[in-house]
Nanobody, 120 residues
């Protein structure tokens, strides 16, 4: 099982960035996919979640990113994205991809993270 994030880097305040997470080794379309982030000295925060195919649920966002970030997925490419617009310095963090499924047991996978730094 692998979750490989990409797209992080240095971006100016007000700028945009798109993160990608390529999944392999599991049935991607059956998993809820999320992005978490962790800033230095802080706990890990749930940023956004997109449900599995056919789950009937909608996407969900942290209040701090609503209206600025958009999560999406391409099940044909086993990839989840996070489009980040109007970035602020407080968005600076390591961003992690997360996969979760309940099937008798809970199955959870994490990526290694990609750093996003918002600074002028």
């Amino acid at each position: 099982v692998q979750l490989v994030e990409s797209g992080g880097g240095l971006v100016q305040p007000g700028g945009s960035r798109r993160l990608s997470c390529a999944a392999s080794g599991f049935a991607f379309s059956n998993y809820d996919m999320s992005w978490y982030r962790q800033a230095p000295g802080k706990g890990r925060e749930l940023v956004a979640t997109i449900p599995s195919a056919g789950a009937g649920a909608s996407t969900n966002y942290a209040d701090s990113v609503k209206g600025r970030f958009t999560i999406s997925r391409d099940n044909a490419k086993n990839t989840v994205y996070l489009q980040m617009n109007s970035l602020k310095p407080e968005d600076t963090a390591m961003y992690y991809c997360h996969a979760r499924r309940w099937l008798i047991h809970e199955y959870v996978y994490w990526g290694q993270g990609t750093q996003v730094t918002v600074s002028s």
